[in-house]
């Protein structure tokens, strides 16, 4: 049985690269690391430090964005995943929605499964905040059934 699950994060570019088209204007692909704190009520996502690095392929400021996270715990559990949406650029107000899939995890996240939706902005040059909900399912609470 699929659990639900809420939460966000406010995290800071820690690398950041981008590489301009010649051929073509205001076209730019784009390469981030980012870090942050994941609050969620869900306790096995509170506090979990996430990393996520993601590219993008920009025309004007916006376009589609891929990318991978991984969420480490205290306790050194791990939850991986993957994530795709679309970011979008308007004066200077630049925001992203898509979606999540978990694909991995050690410890009590090992056998993972589920996804979701994110949404979020970038409030500053460096900083990132994101809100986002799906449902997962524990391999160990499968076996348990």
């Known amino acids: 049985m699929a659990t639900k699950i809420t939460g966000s994060f406010s995290g800071i570019i820690a690398t950041q690269a981008a590489a301009t088209l010649l051929h ?8 981030v690391e980012v870090a942050g704190t994941q609050k969620s009520p869900d306790p096995l996502w509170n ?5 996520y690095w993601g590219t ?10 891929k990318g991978y996270w991984c969420n480490e715990r205290a306790d ?4 991986w ?5 679309k ?3 308007s004066g200077q107000q630049v925001s ?13 996240f090992k056998g993972l499964s589920g996804g979701g939706k994110y949404k979020g902005h970038f409030p500053s040059a460096v900083r990132v905040v994101n809100e986002w909900e799906g449902e997962y399912t ?4 499968q076996s348990a059934r």
């Open 96 to 108: 992203m929605e898509g979606t999540f899939k978990f694909t991995g995890g050690t410890g009590k």
């Open 87 to 89: 970011i979008t650029t």
């Open 138 to 141: 524990l391999a160990s609470a």
């Open 76 to 79: 050194g559990d791990r939850d």
């Open 47 to 51: 506090g979990a430090r996430i990393t």
């Open 24 to 31: 073509e204007e205001n076209h730019a692909l784009t390469l």
């Open 81 to 85: 995943g993957t994530f795709e949406g």
């Open 56 to 65: 993008a392929e920009l025309v004007n400021g916006s376009g589609p964005q």
